[in-house]
C-alpha cells in the first residue's frame, strides 16, 4: 500500500544532541512537508521541499534541518541549537500540481520527540 | 495570517447525534480543507471545498462554505464512536496550508 512511514515513533534526546528523524513515501508525491505540533495546539510549518535537491523555510526553521537527495526520502534533524524540541513531528506530503492546498495532504503516523 | 481558527474548542456529544464545527479564517482563500487526528496519530484528510462551491457531501460529512463571512462549517451526521478524534480546518497560500489549532469533539456512549 502506498504511504508514509516515519520512523522511530518515539525518539529520546539528551541536551546537545542531534538526532534525525526520518520520512519515506512511495506515493511518487514530488512534495513533502515537515509540521511541529504541540499539545492543544495546531499544526506549524518547519520545512518543505518541492523538488529533489531543493527546500525551503517554513514559520519555525531555526534548530532545524533537512535534506532531498531522494524524491522518497526527506529526513529532519533537531540540532542541539532547538532549545525546546520535545514535540509531535508530522511528515506529509502532496502531489505538485497545484500544492496541497488543491490535493490535500497525506500524512505519516508522527514521531514523538522527548528530551531527557 | 490566514489562520483557520476552530469553534468550539471541544465538543462532547451523545452518539448518534449531529456534531457540528465552524472554522473561520481571515483573508480570501482558492479552497479550505478539513482534516481528522487520531489521539497520537498523523492527521487524515477528510474533504477539500473549493472558494467557488458552496456545499460538499462525503458519505456523514457535510461541508459548508460561505466566502462572504469568511467561514465554514464541518457536519458529521449520526455520530459514532470512532468519531471521536480532533478535526482541524485548513487554508494558505498554494504551496503551504495553514492549520487552525483543531475541534477536540468527543462521542459519549
Known amino acids: 500500500d502506498g504511504g508514509i512511514t516515519q520512523s522511530p515513533k518515539y525518539l529520546f534526546r539528551k541536551e546537545g544532541q542531534n538526532v534525525t528523524l526520518s520520512c519515506e513515501q512511495n506515493l511518487n508525491h514530488d512534495a513533502m512537508y515537515w509540521y511541529r505540533q504541540d499539545p492543544g495546539q495546531g499544526l506549524r510549518l518547519i520545512y518543505y521541499s518541492q523538488i529533489v535537491n531543493d527546500f525551503q523555510k517554513g514559520d519555525i526553521a531555526e534548530g532545524y534541518s533537512v535534506s532531498r537527495e531522494k524524491k522518497e526520502s526527506f529526513p529532519l534533524t533537531v540540532t542541539s541549537a532547538q532549545k525546546n524540541p520535545t514535540a509531535f513531528y508530522l511528515c506529509?506530503?502532496?502531489?505538485?500540481?497545484?500544492?496541497?492546498?488543491?490535493?490535500?495532504?497525506?500524512f505519516g503516523s508522527g514521531t514523538r520527540l522527548t528530551v531527557v | 495570517s490566514q489562520q483557520g481558527e476552530e469553534d468550539p474548542q471541544a465538543l462532547s456529544i451523545q452518539e448518534g447525534e449531529n456534531a457540528t464545527m465552524n472554522c473561520s479564517y481571515k483573508t480570501s482563500i482558492n479552497n479550505l480543507q478539513w482534516y481528522r487526528q487520531n489521539s497520537g496519530r498523523g492527521l487524515v484528510h477528510l474533504i477539500l471545498i473549493r472558494s467557488n462551491e458552496r456545499e460538499k457531501h462525503s458519505g456523514r460529512l457535510r461541508v459548508t462554505l460561505d466566502t462572504s463571512k469568511k467561514s465554514s462549517s464541518l457536519l458529521i451526521t449520526a455520530s459514532r464512536a470512532a468519531d471521536t478524534a480532533s478535526y482541524f480546518c485548513?487554508?494558505?497560500?498554494?504551496?503551504?496550508?495553514?492549520f487552525g489549532k483543531g475541534t477536540r469533539l468527543h462521542i459519549l456512549p
Open positions: 506529509a506530503s502532496t502531489s505538485q500540481g497545484g500544492g496541497p492546498l488543491n490535493y490535500g495532504y497525506t
Open positions: 485548513a487554508t494558505g497560500l498554494p504551496n503551504k496550508i495553514i
